[in-house]
């Protein structure tokens, strides 16, 4: 009787300890990538829904995809709603083999529209494609942001990103922006569906030697795979420096505008569009890269504590080290403004321990 009681009493704790564990690692993670005003409200969305999917699912999934999705969540300021169904989303996805930098981009891609767990999957897979040949992941999170924005089923969306590629392909010194835009006109037809005879006028010269289209098109991304040229950025050189009374004036004219994942307008902008208009707002005749990664490569690194008005600074908001995903532009006196997902063009100081603590680098265009 004894003997069964210990076995008992030794499973329950096991157990027990088990699920402590696992408590303990959702809230180390919540207070690794929140800011201290949401951590509350992440924390009594996130450990009642631990506990359930703790029942059914391996807890190193769990871990896993709440480190790759949730300091993104975080830091785009989803509502606890939100980030909880990312989260279920990256599980799903880590149950279907996708990695944490394409979890993380598919969270970023959940701010324009909610998708369920079969198209976030379908996604994550064509990402993986155009990996494959060589496409940088900002332009390929562009691609994938467009489709979902204008309701491309996931055949359409595989449509769209077969002919961007190939497009690349062809002309890889044009702007990819200009790109995407020639390919979504080729491609509006067939936003909801395609089959073989689509691809054939896509890629007129190619033999389709399968029959079933999946199959064919496997083959074109084989075709396709690790041919393309990588977007170089050329260092940007300034004739004259900054204005820094006109820098102010210009961000005071975009105060409140609300972000907007790939937007550029009053109606709605982001980090790296925002930044790009102030740029052009002193300095017209420059060619800028459209994101963020890209906007880090064009000019001389400084140090955090030589900056000068115009400067450009770069956060990371991803459990993969470095990985730059937000920029904005540094004003003077520790302030910098940028396009916040949570509140809009807005101004922040550097000294505040959310963007302190995800700060990588800033640089200066050179003059």
Known sequence: MWQKLSFILGVFLLVSIRFSFSEDTIQ????????????????????????????????????????????????????????????????????????????????????????????????????????????????????????????YSSVGAEALALIYIHLRKENPSKDPEKVLIEAATKTKKWKFSHNKKILAKLFPNAEIKSRNLSEAENQFWDELESKLAHHTHPVIHLEKAWDSQKLNQFVDQWIGVPYRYGGNSRHGIDCSAFVGRAILSQFPEKKLPRSANGLSKIGKEVSKNDLLPGDLVFFAASSIPGKITHVGIYLGKGVFAHASSSKGVTRSSLDNPYYKKRFVKAIRLTQ
């Not at 300021?77 to 944490?100: E, H, N, R, S, V």
């Not at 394409?102 to 324009?112: D, H, K, N, P, W």
């Not at 040949?133 to 204008?150: K, P």
Request: hydrophobic share 40%; charged share 20%; aromatic share 8%.
């Open 28 to 151: 180390q993670v919540i207070h690794n990538s929140c800011p201290e005003s949401n951590i509350n409200k992440y924390e009594t969305k996130f450990i009642p829904l631990a506990k359930r999917l703790h029942k059914k699912i391996n807890e190193t999934v769990i871990q896993k995809s709440l480190q790759a999705s949730l300091p993104v969540s975080c830091f785009l300021g989803y509502a606890p709603w939100k980030a909880a169904l990312a989260w279920q989303l990256a599980i799903f996805g880590k149950t279907k083999g996708l990695d944490d930098s394409i979890i993380a981009g598919l969270t970023e891609l959940l701010s324009i529209r909610t998708i369920g767990k079969k198209q976030y999957v379908s996604l994550g897979k064509l990402w993986q494609k155009m990996q494959q040949t060589g496409e940088e992941e900002d332009f390929i999170a562009r691609v994938l942001g467009y489709a979902i924005e204008n309701g």
